[in-house]
């Protein structure tokens, strides 16, 4: 059986999590006490002073390119790292479901709560009528993906449809 996680994944995941945590409040830190400065700077200014309108201007231009800064850094490198990180932590306390199925093929990459994924098909009979449906298995895109292929009989270990373990039983021949 061929495992595609390991115990350190999630310990890895948090500790990027924790320093794009700590990226975003040292630059939020930053520019608090950058405006702090600026606006007591313009406070102690006699009234009409020539440099009162450079103060402005320039706190500003601070508060602008920290909100430029901060929802992309937020919405994409802290979002999807976080979403990672809860992916992890799902694996380990989730239900494990044990299944063989022929591997039908690959189909094009999607993203399942928050996180970049390859979707694997497997062909899986139906009990009440008789035709083949196809399931879908996530493997994670971090990851490499497996040397399935089509029509090898695969035992995989998945958890709410994403691959953690599997092995292939049966290779067809080519």
Known sequence: MTYLYRDSDLYDAVMQRRKYLAVFLSVTAAVAASFL????LYSQLPYRDPNGPWMIALTCIIVALYIIFSFPFMGIC?????????????ISVGLKENFCAPFAGIED??????????VATFEVKNIKREETMLRQIYVDGEKDFPPFEEGDTVHFVSQGNLLLAYEILDRKEQ
Do not use: E, Q
């Open 37 to 40: 400065t600026l606006a007591i």
């Open 78 to 90: 802290f979002k999807r790292s976080n979403s990672y990180c809860k992916m992890l932590r799902y």
């Open 109 to 118: 990459w999607t993203v399942r709560d928050g996180v970049d994924v390859n």
